[in-house]
C-alpha cells in the first residue's frame, strides 16, 4: 500500500498507479467522505 504525505495546505498526492486504474485526470473531481475512521475519495462527474 503506497504511503502518502500530507503536504502544505493539507494538498497530498494520488500514487499514480491508483490514478492510471481509476482513469483519474487532472481537473477531475473527487467527493471526499470518512467512513470508519477513513478517507474516501469518489470521482464524481458533473
Known sequence: MPL???REKAQ???PSK???TL???QGDY???EVE???IVLIPKIL
Open 23 to 25: 482513469g483519474i485526470k
Open 12 to 14: 497530498i498526492t494520488i
Open 4 to 6: 502518502v504525505q500530507v
Open 30 to 32: 473527487l467527493e471526499a
Open 36 to 38: 470508519d475512521n477513513k
Open 18 to 20: 491508483i490514478r492510471k
